[in-house]
């Protein structure tokens, strides 16, 4: 308080370190584990002051080598948990201490001056949190005990239902349920208190209406899940028995073969017990010889002839209600959950023990024992040799294991095969809300160990002298003779063995060369047999074919029965020809497979990227709005979410808007693409709302007199765009309609004046629109701003008049053609698909023509290329806008059975409305030949035309896929493509270690600029590629951008113009000795992709 009275405050917020986290000590029962060993990790957990705490941990096993590609570092979880709102706002950065950040200072405990500095200013937008009035919330408070008595209660449950059985059939209704005395069972029988199965108000739980709260206590779950470990347990004891004989009789078969009283063996050979055959509904499980292997075997290969199954709660086999599938998803949720409780697989008082965490792991793992030591046996009598080929980067995730009353806890873990570190990462939670996390190193390690470098990827023809290294760390020398397992995929092209001294603490490489025939994954077995240790490994590798890609594909929508015919050519490659089959149950499914497949296209510039990270936007906004949202799947999405938009973010210009490789100046196009997408992303995810603000303010100020926005001219919209009759009315229905959708007119009069003067220029211009392309997107305008006072009714009516006499239409299908350029320069079937799309979108919005929706629908899901997407990242999220604004309108509703049949093999599959998200892939690769291959799809149970005579609901579609591969002599190229490339090597023969310098040449043979293209080096196996010429490319502008792949050197180009080139070169190294073909090298404009040219592999040597 100053002299005068006037009051003068100030405040600093404080990052206090809480002097109450949990300390977790991690205790290996052994310093050292060798490959396959198992081991046995203790865990304790305390408070500050040595307290036993107990609590709920996170683990993650990963090989330390991952963490040099990307780091992971423990602690920030109570950073994060206490300045979470403030960390969603960055508003600063530091220019002055360069690699200072949050993290660094969160996990020290004392900072020094310079740190300091850097703290107050990352910290400079953090408050403190505002105080209430209440010190605790009542509810909140009544919710908390609540849930924590319903834990304990479902965890008693779970454990007692895995010894006992807890239903019974109703005679009256015939339908199970649980005991009506159960519960007084489960006070009796386990730890449970009565007082935790009453509710707030004393009465008991009703278990069964408990159910209706948590799905997982539900007893048509529980026992789902409970016959589904039923299942795992029966699977894993027969490969165990199998195990067990094939070692003891020294001979492995495959598939096995079991004596009809396999499953009183399994009892006698103690593997389960009799009451684990029985299955929850009181019934045996069935164990079936199949007449034709399972393709979707559960287990292992080698069981693909078995079949085990309960028949569910009617006790009838072969109906809806079998659990047939051990690993079936939505049941291993529900068992997460449980085990989460608090007590779900905890054995005796004192320590709490997880096992089983990944079940898939263990199966993989069991694969791999089964044999593999008989196939590494150098003679008769000789001593087995245990394989090692199980080389996972994550050797366990565990994220519930909980401890018992004093903290402790154990995890039991297999040990991979890998000779690494690996890095325990551990996180504890407390209830009270502590948090702890640390870190351990796990080694796994032997004296004495070989290994096997594999290039990537082999092409058929290639040759390559295999380089397998030998490590003796024994303390004397021995004599190792190394032995490469014979193949049918490749040739020997030297001796399979060598026999070497290698002294102690040496390291040597050999070298076996071989020639790659055959195409497809194999495998490549090396052993070395020492005097006194010996080690043997097995690496996989893939060979493709030596030829260029033939793709054919159909799709549609499953109204009626299916038959197509897919041609392979005699000329085709052997064993390279593939036919499957894709059936979507919903227009949903659709999107979900899109989705993946489209973050496997490139994203290198501003609209890739935002294209790869609109999916997740718009599927979480759709699961958010039809109630379907769940928290994996919203961490997920939100996960890949905050990579794009923090990318994104950096393509924006100074001065403002966005650019497509973040140089000056912005581009008004992409500009409005970009910020129609930050808006649907604040709709699902916090941003910067300013910058939304920022770009519409941007864009409004290049508005003209007129009320219209002008074309790009850097960037060849106006040249492109320069035969429409008015090149501005396109600009300003795309700016005009990015400023409807995100919001920007609100209730600002200003803002609301700005885009009405837009609208009356698209009203009386309108006359002047010529091609589809301009007026679906002035559809789109209108059809926004018919929810203000701008709308134009008699000028909307008058735009899908005009569309309508627009369309093409063929069958079922309707679609719309465009005449110009789209805003990302493609033409021809892709403007095709962002046109119908747009058009559908504009009539979904405005809830016009529902007939003709539904068959532009269908027209775009037919133009479905094979990788799942539509050609490029523009057209595929415009799809998707489609799609899912179509699931706005109408829900799905799928009931159908649905045979597919290619050759002599039939697949069956069931669709319900259960699981109408989920994409059904049916491989056929072995009924595929040379030749005529007919494909059949027959449908049952489905209504998706009005009148047909099948009962049923909903809209099933589907694409068939036949891929094979053509010689290069036999592929004819394009007499005078669009583009060309050449690629020349200075050099195809050289030695070990010496480098080549690779030089590419890409050109334009059409009149005028082509834009957005996309160059695609193959890099020959055993090389590696030396960046410095492409990042001098980069900074000279010769090439905008680059990215590399383990085969592939991906290059963006902004623009490639006629008569005049792109040249540029790179280097790169030999690792080993090779005779090898580098894969194709292509050049394409990446929104047209089926404008393209490809260049032939070249073939390079390398000697010794």
């Not at 594999?454 to 030998?470: E, R, Y």
């Not at 929508?557 to 038959?563: N, S, Y």
């Not at 015919?565 to 919903?586: E, H, M, Q």
């Not at 480098?995 to 957005?1012: D, E, F, I, Y």
Request: proline share 5%; glycine share 6%; net charge neutral.
């Amino acid at each position: 308080i100053m002299p005068d009275g006037q009051i003068v405050r100030d405040s600093k917020v404080v990052y206090v370190q809480p002097t109450r986290d949990l300390n977790i000590t991690v205790e290996p029962d052994k310093a050292t584990y060798r490959p396959g060993e198992d081991a046995v990790i203790r865990f304790q957990v305390t408070d500050q002051r040595g307290r036993s705490v107990p609590s709920a941990l996170g683990l993650i096993i990963v090989d330390e080598s991952v963490y040099a590609l990307q780091e992971m570092q423990p602690g920030l979880e109570k950073a994060y948990f206490t300045l979470e709102k403030e960390l969603l706002e960055p508003k600063y950065e530091i220019e002055f201490g360069p690699a200072i950040t949050f993290e660094d200072m969160v996990k020290v405990r004392e900072l020094e001056e310079r740190r300091q500095t850097a703290a107050k200013v990352l910290l400079a937008k953090a408050e403190p949190p505002t105080k209430f009035a209440w010190q605790v919330n009542p509810a909140q408070a009544r919710r908390e005990k609540l849930d924590e008595r319903l834990d304990k209660l479902s965890a008693a449950l779970y454990d007692y239902a895995q010894k006992k059985p807890v239903g019974q059939l109703d005679p009256a209704t015939k339908r199970w349920g649980y005991q009506p005395d159960l519960l007084t069972k489960l006070v009796k029988e386990t730890d449970l208190k009565r007082a935790d199965t009453l509710d707030p108000w004393g009465n008991p739980f009703g278990l069964d209406e408990l159910g209706q709260v948590r799905a997982e206590v539900k007893f048509d779950n529980l026992s789902r899940l409970l016959a589904a470990q039923g299942l795992n347990k029966i699977y894993g004891a027969l490969a165990q028995f199998k195990s067990r004989e094939e070692r003891r009789t020294k001979e492995r078969t495959d598939p096995w073969t079991f004596p009809d009283d396999i499953l009183d063996k399994l009892v006698e050979a103690k593997l389960v017990k009799k009451s684990d055959l029985i299955d929850p509904w009181g019934q045996p499980y069935v164990l079936t010889r199949l007449d034709k292997p399972n393709p979707t075997h559960y287990y292992t290969a080698q069981l693909r002839f078995y079949e085990v199954r309960s028949c569910g709660p009617d006790m009838v086999k072969g109906t809806a209600d079998d659990v047939t599938n051990p690993y079936e998803m939505p049941l291993f949720e529900h068992r997460r959950r449980f085990v989460a409780f608090g007590r779900g697989r905890m054995l005796g008082a004192d320590m709490a023990v997880m096992e089983g965490a990944m079940p898939m792991m263990a199966v993989a793992r069991e694969e791999k024992a089964m044999g593999a030591a008989a196939s590494a046996q150098e003679a008769p009598g000789a001593k087995p040799v245990v394989v090692r080929e199980f080389f996972p980067e994550t050797l366990l995730f565990q994220p519930s294991l909980i401890t018992d009353d004093r903290g402790r806890a154990e995890q039991r873990v297999k040990m991979a095969d890998s000779i690494t570190t690996w890095r325990l990462t551990a996180s504890a939670s407390s209830l009270l809300g502590l948090l702890g996390s640390t870190t351990k190193g796990v080694t796994v390690f032997q004296d004495f160990f070989i290994d096997i470098d594999l290039p990537v990827s082999l092409t058929q023809g290639d040759q390559v002298h295999i380089p397998v290294a030998v490590y003796n760390y024994l303390k004397s020398r021995q004599r190792v003779r190394l032995v490469m397992d014979k193949g049918d995929w490749f040739q020997a092209l030297g001796d399979t063995e060598r026999t070497m001294d290698i002294g102690p603490g040496d390291v040597t490489v050999v070298y076996f060369p071989i020639a790659a025939r055959q195409v497809g994954a194999h495998k490549l077995t090396v052993t070395g047999y020492g005097e006194k240790m010996s080690d043997a490994i097995r690496r996989e590798i893939e060979v493709a074919p030596d030829g260029k890609e033939a793709l054919v594909t159909f799709s549609g929508r499953l109204a009626k029965d299916v038959r197509e015919t897919i041609l392979i050519p005699d000329s085709a490659i052997d064993g390279a020809s593939k036919i499957f089959v894709k059936v979507y149950p919903g227009v949903f499914s659709q999107v979900v497979e899109g989705v993946d497949k489209i973050l496997q296209m490139p994203n290198g510039c501003f609209e890739q990227t935002s294209s790869t990270t609109y999916p997740n936007i718009l599927v979480l906004d759709y699961m958010k709005r039809t109630r379907q949202e769940t928290p994996e799947l919203r961490m997920k999405a939100e996960q890949y979410i905050n990579l794009g938009y923090q990318r994104l973010l950096t393509f924006e210009v100074q001065g403002g808007g966005f650019s497509w490789f973040g140089d000056k100046p912005a581009n008004k196009i992409l500009t409005a693409w970009g910020v129609t997408e930050f808006h649907d992303m604040a709709k699902v995810f916090e941003i910067d709302e300013n910058v939304i603000r920022r770009t519409q303010a941007w864009l409004v100020q290049q508005q003209q007199q007129d009320g219209s926005w002008k074309p790009d001219e850097h960037y060849l919209h106006a040249e492109s765009w320069g035969r429409i009759q008015n090149s501005n009315l396109l600009a300003t229905a795309y700016i005009a309609n990015a400023l409807l959708e995100s919001a920007y007119a609100g209730s600002d009069k200003a803002k609301r004046e700005s885009v009405k003067r837009g609208l009356d220029y698209l009203v009386s211009k309108r006359e002047d629109a010529r091609d589809a392309y301009t007026l679906a997107f002035m559809l789109n305008c209108l059809a926004s701003a018919a929810t203000m006072d701008a709308a134009q009714p008699r000028a909307l009516d008058e735009v899908i008049a005009r569309l309508l006499d627009m369309k093409k239409e063929k069958g079922e299908h309707v679609w719309w053609e465009s005449s110009v350029a789209t805003v990302t320069h493609s033409h021809g079937p892709s403007a095709a698909i962002e046109t119908t799309a747009l058009v559908a979108l504009g009539l979904i919005k405005c809830q016009r023509e529902h007939a003709v929706v539904n068959k532009a629908l269908g027209w775009l899901i037919s133009q479905k290329d094979p990788n799942g997407t539509w050609h490029g990242t523009q057209a595929t999220i415009l799809v998707f806008k489609a799609l899912l604004g179509s699931l706005t309108r109408q829900g799905e509703k799928v009931n159908a059975q649905v045979a597919i049949r290619v050759g002599d093999r039939e697949e069956q599959i069931a669709i319900t409305p259960e699981n109408h998200d989920v994409l059904r892939l049916v491989d056929f690769k072995d009924q595929t030949r040379k030749g005529k291959n007919d494909v059949s799809i027959r449908v049952t149970g489905l209504s998706a035309v009005p009148g047909t005579a099948q009962a049923g609901e909903g809209n099933v579609m589907y694409q068939i896929v036949g891929r094979c591969y053509l010689p290069w002599p036999k592929f004819e190229m394009p007499v005078s493509p669009p583009l060309s490339i050449d690629v020349d090597y200075d050099r195809t023969s050289l030695k070990k270690d010496d480098t080549v310098t690779c030089r590419v040449r890409v050109a334009s043979n059409l009149p005028g600029t082509c834009k957005m293209i996309m160059v695609d080096l193959g890099i020959p196996p055993g090389f590696s590629v030396l960046t410095d010429g492409l990042t001098a490319a980069v900074e000279k502008k010769t090439i905008q951008r680059f990215d590399m792949t383990g085969r592939q050197l991906m290059i963006y180009l902004e623009e490639l113009t006629f008569g005049k080139p792109v040249e540029f070169s790179y280097q790169m190294k030999a690792k080993y000795p090779i005779r090898a073909q580098s894969p194709a090298s292509t050049v394409y404009k990446y929104y047209n992709p089926e404008e393209r040219a490809t260049a032939k592999p070249v073939e390079i040597a390398v000697v010794q």
